[in-house]
């Protein structure tokens, strides 16, 4: 088995009525360290991005993974996480929510995300951690104006 996993995956930048970004909170036990990213994951067989990133926010979330737009960006992304190097492009997609800090609910966590869950964030600016590391960019990308 490879020590690169190129599976493709999605990812949703989830922003509150206040332009809040939607963080979970993750512990890489076998790197010692914090990691904080938006809600998403890879695609299942036959699965589109879309469909994976719908799935992936109300699996992690609990919340409507109808909110998730189809507008998308491309992230290269080169990270490590318990013990294997992630090298891929995932599509970033967007979901906006009208309330302040909607509820989040975790509740169908694998049980490797279970054991690596530390809480989450409707974080006003972005923490040392933030995975990828040029998401502050992802973000302005999505929520400019397509004109």
Do not use: N
Not at 78 to 92: A, N, P
Not at 97 to 107: M, Y
Request: glycine share 8%; proline share 7%; net charge negative.
């Amino acid at each position: 088995m490879s020590d690169i996993d190129e599976r493709p995956a999605a990812r949703v930048v989830c922003l509150d009525r206040d332009g809040r970004v939607l963080l979970m909170h993750w512990y890489d036990e076998i790197a010692g360290s914090d990691v904080w990213e938006p809600p998403g994951g890879r695609l299942e067989p036959g699965e589109t991005h879309l469909e994976a990133a719908r799935r992936e926010l109300a699996e992690e979330t609990g919340l409507p993974g109808s909110a998730v737009l189809d507008r998308h960006v491309e992230v290269e992304r080169d990270f490590r996480w318990l013990g294997r190097r992630f090298l891929k492009r995932e599509l970033f997609y967007l979901a906006r929510f009208a309330g302040q800090r909607p509820p989040v609910d975790p509740g169908e966590l694998t049980e490797e995300e279970r054991s690596a869950f530390r809480g989450h964030v409707w974080a006003e600016k972005l923490p040392d951690g933030v995975e990828p590391a040029d998401l502050a960019q992802v973000v302005e990308r999505l929520t400019a104006d397509p004109r």
